[in-house]
């Protein structure tokens, strides 16, 4: 079992910008697409963005599309996200999740998780 700590997040104004970053520990990370969620108070988890096992694809959700990046470094058994252009909207816990399937990732039904790492946007 992949064991996964998330690291980065923090409270900014509107505009600004974070790096989230998630580390694994116990188990490479290189068989597994990543991608990242988030849970907004009061409403339930929601994809953001992911990334095959090479890293030759990535996939966002409309809302953080041209603002958001997620890279991978399997050397360093890490994945990233950065987010620029931050909104209040953007508030949320983010969770980092792994799966051994692309597809499967982005509905989040069987990934491995981390605990979440908060990104607090004021206006």
């Known amino acids: 079992q992949v064991q996964l700590v998330e690291s980065g997040g923090g409270a900014v104004q509107a505009g600004g910008s974070l790096r989230l970053s998630c580390a694994a520990s116990?188990?490479?990370?290189?068989?597994?697409?990543m991608g990242w969620f988030r849970q907004a108070p009061g409403k339930g988890r929601e994809f953001v963005a992911a990334?095959?096992?090479?890293?030759?694809?990535?996939h966002y959700v409309d809302s953080v599309k041209g603002r958001f990046t997620i890279s991978r470094d399997n050397a360093k058994n890490t994945v990233y996200l950065q987010m620029n252009s931050l909104k209040p909207e953007d508030t949320a816990v983010y969770f980092c999740?792994?799966?051994?399937?692309?597809?499967?990732?982005?509905?989040?039904?069987?990934?491995?998780w981390g605990q979440g790492t908060q990104v607090t946007v004021s206006s």
């Open positions: 116990g188990r490479t990370l290189s068989p597994y697409a």
């Open positions: 999740a792994a799966d051994d399937l692309f597809p499967a990732l982005i509905t989040g039904a069987r990934a491995y």
């Open positions: 990334i095959t096992r090479s890293g030759d694809l990535t």
